[in-house]
Structures are given as C-alpha cells and as structure tokens.
C-alpha cells in the first residue's frame, strides 16, 4: 500500500516562505513523476509544479521564479520551497505520485492535502 504524506504547511504573512514536504511510503520500486497540485475554495485543482525522475521540471507561470520543486529519489520525497508567497496562493496543496511501480503494478497516487494560507 502507498501512502503521500505530506508536511509543512500554515499561515504566513504576505512575502514570506513555507517548505512542503511529500513522503511516499511503501514498498516502491521507483516514481516516474512527483508534483504538487492546490485547489483554492471555489476553484478546480491546478498543477503548481512537477518533477521527473531525471529532473525535467515544469511550473504554472503564476509561481515561476517564486517556488522550487527538488526531489530525492532515495527517499521518494518531493519538495516544494515557496517563496515571496501571496494571498493567491492559499489553497489546500496536494501532493502527487505518478507512475509509481509498486508488486502491485503501477498507479497513480494522492496525498490528503496540507492548508496553506497566505494572510495580507
């Protein structure tokens, strides 16, 4: 069974930082693809930033030159440093697991979501 565990999220003035985390756990063989998603109230969930195994990396132009995705293939952890954040970026932030190849075969993963606030 894999598990997304995610961490780092609260409340911060605008201009300040937060580091997420993303733990996934199980008996994994390797993670094509790991990225962060948010979903703000009333809105769709968007795509805020992905990493591949070999480090091919794509952000939404809404955080790009602020966040910072890093990833550690031995420990199946992604990471999201945000900076110089904004009262857009409150949402509830998930993490995501593709291609993850487990005995079970490969699928696709969520974590249940860490709220981030960002206050003006």
Not at 19 to 32: D, E, M, P
Not at 51 to 65: L, P
Not at 90 to 115: F, H, I, K, R, S
């Amino acid at each position: 069974q894999v598990q997304l565990v995610e961490s780092g999220g609260g409340l911060v003035q605008a201009g300040g930082s937060l580091r997420l985390s993303c733990a996934a756990s199980g008996t994994i063989f390797s993670i094509t693809a790991m990225g962060w998603y948010r979903q703000a109230p009333g809105k769709q969930r968007e795509l805020v930033a992905g990493i591949t195994r070999g480090r091919n990396i794509n952000y939404a132009e809404s955080v790009k030159g602020r966040f910072t995705i890093s990833r550690d293939n031995a420990k199946n952890t992604v990471y999201l440093q945000m900076n110089s954040l904004k009262p857009e970026d409150t949402a509830v932030y998930y993490c995501n697991a593709d291609g993850v190849v487990t005995t079970m075969g490969v699928g696709l993963y969520w974590g249940q979501g860490t709220q981030v606030t960002v206050s003006s």
